[in-house]
């Protein structure tokens, strides 16, 4: 199987910064694209940002210029830096990544266990 653990979120006050980091473990033969999504109270988990293997990134127009997602494929891990935090940005963020795992061989998404950003006005 494989697992993606979260850490990074927290509670921080508007205008601060926050980094998010997601590690994947387990058989994992390749990693595709990487990303993170949100979650905020009564709203559907929307898009933050994405990158693939390659390091071709994708942004949410609301967070442009403000976050910037990074991995490093050595670690499997993907990060998100988060700078000029507004309130609007509370939420749970997600880890989700495309993966060839397993003795099968076989393409699967994952996803992480979510961590809480919390910004305070």
């Known amino acids: 199987q494989v697992q993606l653990v979260e850490s990074g979120g927290g509670l921080v006050q508007a205008g601060g910064s926050l980094r998010l980091s997601c590690a994947a473990s387990g058989i994992i033969y390749k990693i595709n694209t990487m990303g993170w999504y949100r979650q905020a109270p009564g709203k559907q988990r929307e898009l933050v940002a994405t990158?693939?293997?390659?390091?071709?990134?994708n942004s949410a127009d609301s967070v442009k210029g403000r976050f910037t997602i990074s991995r490093d494929n050595a670690k499997n891990t993907v990060y998100l830096q988060m700078n000029s935090l507004n309130p609007e940005d509370t939420a749970v963020y997600y880890c989700?990544?495309?993966?060839?795992w397993g003795v099968g061989v076989r393409w699967g998404d994952f996803w992480g266990q979510g961590t809480q950003v919390t910004v305070s006005s």
């Open positions: 989700n990544a495309n993966i060839i």
């Open positions: 990158i693939t293997s390659g390091g071709t990134s």
